[in-house]
């Protein structure tokens, strides 16, 4: 499961491109603790671009 690659101290270091929240795992993807945008997960890789992003 590709969400799996991404540890959640990796986490800590990035946070949503839009409102700078935290971000957490999510199923499919990353969720912005914030905002609640969902952002797809490509090969264990975040892709935190706010056109890819789900659930706004």
Do not use: F
């Not at 540890?7 to 603790?33: F, N, S, T, W, Y």
């Amino acid at each position: 499961m590709e969400a799996n690659v991404l540890k959640a101290k990796g986490l800590e270091r990035l946070v949503c491109p839009v409102c700078h929240q935290q971000l957490g795992l999510a199923d499919g993807g990353i969720r912005c603790m914030g905002c609640g945008r969902v952002y797809p997960s490509v090969d264990g890789i975040p892709v935190l671009i706010a056109s890819r992003a789900t659930g706004i």
